[in-house]
């Protein structure tokens, strides 16, 4: 069902929000990239949040708080958070992209992917890793 995808997307959303407020204490030479990243994600939460709403269901808050990967305690650390938690949003996307037929919510689903997917590579191009990019994002094939 397309609502459940939806909230799994909607999750992922609130994991990337409050990551982005994580790591902005550790990376000061890409301060814009992420108040821009942490903006897009506010946007795409509340987007989605008026979607469930129009569709009757009551969007999932937000968790207190996430667990990254590993523990943020530096620039690097922090980057790696930020690819794991855009590579997230890219699973949960796609999710919503293989549960639904509405055309609206299948371009809005795409939208959102795809911005994770070049934001994944610009942070992986920040960290110095190779590949840059993920041949299908949001699956387990890379």
Request: net charge negative.
């Amino acid at each position: 069902m397309s609502v459940d995808a939806v909230q799994g997307a909607l999750g992922a959303e609130h994991a990337a929000v409050w990551t982005y407020g994580l790591v902005s204490a550790f990376i000061s030479q890409q301060g814009a990239a992420v108040a821009e990243g942490a903006n897009a994600h506010r946007a795409r939460r509340d987007t989605t949040e008026r979607w469930l709403r129009d569709q009757g269901a009551a969007p999932e808050p937000p968790a207190p708080a996430y667990l990254p990967p590993q523990p943020v305690d530096s620039a690097a650390s922090a980057i790696a958070a930020l690819i794991a938690v855009e590579t997230d949003c890219c699973v949960g996307w796609r999710g919503v992209l293989e549960r639904t037929e509405d055309a609206d919510l299948r371009r809005s689903a795409l939208d959102a992917l795809t911005a994770s997917a070049v934001r994944a590579t610009r942070w992986r191009k920040a960290a110095g890793l190779t590949p840059l990019s993920i041949t299908f994002p949001g699956t387990a094939v890379g």
